[in-house]
């Protein structure tokens, strides 16, 4: 009867565990699918005949420069194509996407005013919030298709307390800024949105 009843125990047990590997990969097929759907290394939107891209130095021709700014962008924005693209990366002028731009515009503006009390009892407005502004020229050229050449502006905005100085918000904000603006950029560039 013990035996039995062991045997009983084990196929109950591998039944259970049969039941949880079946859920366990249940729960992990939506992940699958998902990842599968924001891979943009089939990017519908580049022709099969387009092979090659080159990223020229994006410059920074902003009234205010910040220098880290430029050769990060430049950067990130190579890494990413060649990560999530087909693409392989050149640096000679038969590049089939040639990607040049300037960065524009990087400007700070209040907006978030809060209100208090001076010393004398008189109603006072101050800046809470500080907006930084960057904003970024891209020159698409296709050197298969001049048809799909294009120039545009890219922008976002980044907040930040007014109480803190710009050169320590960029530090706080400088790795978000670059992700950002290259998302947009890239984008801009492979996406038909």
Same mark, same amino acid.
């Given at each position: ?79 990413? &194509?060649?990560?999530? %693209?087909?693409? @392989? #990366?050149?640096?000679?002028?038969? *590049? ?6 300037? =960065? ?8 978030? &005013?809060?209100?208090? %009390?001076?010393? @004398? #009892?008189?109603?006072?407005?101050? *800046? ?6 960057? =904003? ?58």
């Amino acid at each position: 009867m013990i035996l039995k009843n062991d045997k009983v125990q084990g196929q109950k047990a591998e039944g259970r565990r049969q039941r949880l590997n079946f859920l366990f990969a249940l729960c992990l097929l939506p992940f699958a699918l998902l990842s599968g759907c924001y891979s943009f290394k089939d990017i519908g939107s580049i022709p099969p005949e387009v092979k090659t891209f080159r990223v020229n130095y994006i410059e920074n021709r902003a009234r205010y420069v910040n220098p880290q700014l430029s050769p990060q962008l430049t950067d990130k924005l190579r890494q990413k &194509i060649m990560n999530q %693209t087909r693409l @392989t #990366g050149v640096q000679n002028d038969d *590049a089939h996407y040639d990607i040049s731009g300037q =960065v524009t515009g990087y400007n700070v503006t209040t907006s978030g &005013i809060s209100g208090g %009390t001076g010393g @004398t #009892g008189n109603p006072t407005q101050q *800046a809470s919030i500080q907006r930084l502004t960057v =904003v970024v020229h891209i020159n698409f050229r296709n050197n298969l298709d001049a048809t799909k050449n294009f120039e545009a502006d890219v922008s976002r905005n980044f907040d930040y307390g007014a109480d803190v100085p710009l050169p320590t918000a960029e530090a706080q904000l400088n790795e978000t800024i670059i992700k950002n603006m290259v998302d947009e950029i890239f984008n801009r560039i492979f996406s038909n949105w």
